[in-house]
């Protein structure tokens, strides 16, 4: 699946290891299970790790690692499935998290200017054709009704505005 | 009404631009129909039976007469010349192509309406009571709030792809018309202390697990509103059922947490984003009241001549007066409500002729605005008493004065059959059977207040279990029965009728609402207890005795 991140096409540097077998160098990407049970030995570790969590699970549970994390994968089993554009939220605009959340599933490019609102930076797309049309369709809107972590302007930003003049 | 300014304007283009190039994409088989599905719902867009459906949004009910114009022009253009107002304030047309679609939204959209969020597991459009900013019994106008959450939750980059369907519901007046309690989210403004605020009730709803909402927060201060609706929200997003689509609302998950366990989560979730950027000041509640244009009433009396000697020399006029016609809270005006219930016809359909014709009325005698109801009647809220004798015979000629508001035929019906793919049975049929039985205007006004809903399967569209009597399609062995349920109630002491007894056949259906109706006449104290309160007092058992006894 094409990778593309702040925007634009990329490489993916990480590796997904499967429980129990062994780390090997370079940027990995562990299950939820694993970090959580050896996340001390983990983040130690000399080299980027990620994790991929699924959209069933807390995300406060993944605070004391926050720092650490190099990426975040949260899963869209079905287009329909929302619950990860909340779990997005709550890292970026409660816990702080500043690294990678990668959008990873069952991600169109009728989501993605969603999912940037929401604090996605990276999105593992489903459909090639999806790379090219990427950057018109988080250009779709230019009028956004909800403050969010994104903090892009909101129309009550600009009715509020003191040089507004109205429309 | 609210006028859309600037940024509501692109807003709608944009998603106008959008639609079409969704629709380009799965006509070219770029989308397969899974993918479409959830997009195309989001626009209101259904596949039915033998056709697809265009649902479109008429925010809180409420139109202006142009906006009315131009719905007819989509009924006539693309549809079958008609079409079908919803008990969501909303309508349809049953009869338009998936390749026209895209430019039937466009012409709506130049006049800021659209089929944004009629449909698909988002949040619907707020519904609230017709006669906000007219009726006599309210603490605020309750369309203020109705259009901030519209706002809110147009397109919500995080609510957009909930567990269900999310429908909120807002009312203002002491006498609840807008049914708050059967909603995921039911919202009554009131006073405390000079301030202004919600009670909030959650997990109300029909289908096939009826539930009353339960109040979770007795007073919400307003500028609260935004950050505790996100609250509840996201404490549904990402707690609620998705692994059974008939336990996915929230009212399950309510439920299932138990009412205060639910308000727990909600209080913890909102005290850490109450004071954040949702917070509605009143610079932001401002700009939003003054893109409200309020009709400037004229200073009138009430009764006046023209009005007193109608009410004195014409019966009919009469009739229509006491039962369609609503006090204001202006003084020499009047609510005027136009039944689209007359005698043999499907429940809450307009002509595309009908319509352009009450638009036309709606500017002559009613500053230009028009409502819908959730009882499927449209409402003139701004009528001039004087004007009522010559409104009222306009509105004869066009079939839309049927005096019987409230009473026994003005059923709410689901379309059934006839058009849904869900249904088990025709529910329109039904519906006009029982309006030619008791097609006499004495008798129903004598029967008095009685709501009869509608249902063609369990989904409830119809809200059977809300009407005092409730009629709900089943299936058995390849043929239609009705199971009858009794007192019902949708407003502000709402609760679930009681099923009498066991289905019965379409063919004796109407037979079996005759002798529940002539049950009650024989039982009445007087004719001032009406028909559910009779069914308070006596309960089921002589209405069942007589309606499963031999005819």
Redesign the interface.
């Known amino acids: 699946m094409p990778l593309v991140k702040n925007g634009a096409l990329a490489a993916d540097l990480f590796v997904a290891v499967a429980d129990g077998e062994p780390l090997p160098d370079g940027p990995v990407i562990v299950s939820a299970a694993r970090l959580l049970a050896d996340g001390p030995a983990l983040i130690i570790r000399n080299g980027e790790i990620g994790v991929a969590w699924p959209n069933d699970k807390?995300v406060a549970e993944l605070q004391p690692f926050l720092s650490r994390l190099s990426l975040i994968t949260l899963a869209f089993p079905k287009?329909?499935?929302?619950?990860a554009?909340?779990?997005a939220?709550l890292l970026r605009e409660?816990y702080g998290y500043k690294g990678e959340l990668r959008a990873v599933g069952?991600v169109?490019r009728?989501?993605v200017?969603?999912?940037v609102?929401?604090g996605f930076d990276a999105f593992s797309l489903e459909k090639a054709?999806d790379v090219e049309a990427f950057g018109k369709a988080v250009a779709?809107?230019?009028?956004f009704?909800?403050?969010?972590g994104d903090h892009r302007p909101t129309?009550?930003d600009?009715?509020?505005a003191p040089a507004a003049t109205?429309? | 009404m609210y006028v859309y300014d600037e940024f509501d304007r692109t807003f709608l283009q944009e998603r106008v631009a959008e639609f079409r190039d969704q629709v380009a994409r799965r006509l070219s088989g770029e989308l397969n129909e899974e993918e479409f599905k959830p997009l195309r719902l989001m626009n209101g867009v259904y596949l039915q039976l033998h056709a697809y459906m265009l649902r479109v949004c008429i925010p809180y009910g409420t139109l202006s007469s142009q906006q009315l114009r131009a719905l007819g022009a989509v009924a006539r253009k693309y549809d079958r010349g008609y079409g079908h107002f919803t008990t969501r304030q909303n309508i349809q047309f049953n009869w338009i192509k998936l390749n026209e679609l895209p430019d039937a939204m466009a012409d709506l959209a130049k006049v800021g309406i659209h089929g944004l969020q009629t449909s698909g597991n988002c949040i619907r459009n707020t519904t609230t009571d017709p006669w906000a900013g007219a009726a006599a019994d309210e603490v605020e106008d309750p369309r203020l709030y109705a259009e901030v959450i519209r706002q809110w939750s147009t397109l919500h980059p995080e609510f957009t792809y909930l567990p269900r369907k999310f429908k909120i519901a807002i009312t203002a007046a002491k006498h609840d018309r807008a049914a708050i309690r059967v909603h995921d989210i039911g919202l009554r403004l009131h006073k405390r202390d000079g301030e202004t605020g919600f009670e909030v009730m959650v997990g109300g709803g029909l289908g096939r697990s009826p539930f009353i909402g339960k109040t979770i927060k007795d007073f919400l201060p307003k500028e609260h509103l935004l950050s505790y609706l996100e609250a509840v929200l996201r404490t549904y997003n990402l707690g609620g059922r998705r692994d059974n689509i008939y336990k996915a609302r929230i009212k399950i998950q309510v439920h299932e947490m138990g009412a205060e366990a639910f308000a727990k989560k909600v209080e913890a979730e909102w005290a850490e984003i109450r004071d954040g950027a949702l917070k509605l000041d009143e610079a932001a509640l401002d700009a939003i009241r003054d893109r409200f244009q309020i009709p400037d009433l004229e200073a009138l009396d009430d009764q006046p001549a023209e009005l007193a000697s109608a009410l004195a020399t014409d019966d009919a006029f009469a009739r229509w007066h006491a039962n369609s016609v609503a006090p204001h809270k202006a003084k020499g005006h009047a609510i005027v409500t136009l039944s689209l219930k007359p005698v043999g016809a499907p429940p809450g359909d307009a002509t595309a002729d009908q319509m352009d014709a009450i638009a036309d009325l709606a500017d002559q005698y009613a500053y230009g605005e028009i409502r819908v109801a959730h009882e499927q009647n449209l409402t003139f809220p701004y009528v001039r008493q004087k004007d009522l004798p010559a409104l009222w015979a306009k509105l004869k000629a066009i079939g839309v004065a049927t005096p019987n508001v409230g009473l026994l035929t003005d059923i709410i019906s689901c379309p059934g059959l006839d058009y849904c793919s869900l249904a088990n049975t025709r529910s329109i049929p039904i519906a006009q059977k029982l309006t030619e039985r008791f097609a006499d205007e004495a008798r129903i006004a004598d029967i008095g207040r009685l709501h009869v809903n509608i249902s063609g399967c369990i989904n409830a569209c119809g809200h059977h279990h809300v009407g005092h009597i409730g009629i709900l399609g089943v299936e058995k062995k390849d043929e239609e029965f009705f199971q009858i349920t009794l007192g019902g109630k949708g407003n502000s002491k709402a609760r679930i009728g009681e099923l009498i007894g066991p289905a019965v056949a379409e063919s004796e259906i109407v037979d079996v609402v005759e002798s529940l109706v002539d049950t009650y006449l024989n039982l009445r104290t007087s004719p001032a207890e009406t028909f559910v309160a009779a069914v308070e007092r006596l309960g089921i058992e002589p209405f069942k005795e007589r309606a499963y006894a031999p005819r």
């Open positions: 807390d287009l329909r499935d929302g619950r554009y909340s779990q939220r409660r069952n169109l009728d989501q200017l969603m999912m609102r929401a054709a779709t809107y230019s009028v009704y909800q403050p969010t129309v009550r600009a009715r509020t109205g429309g």
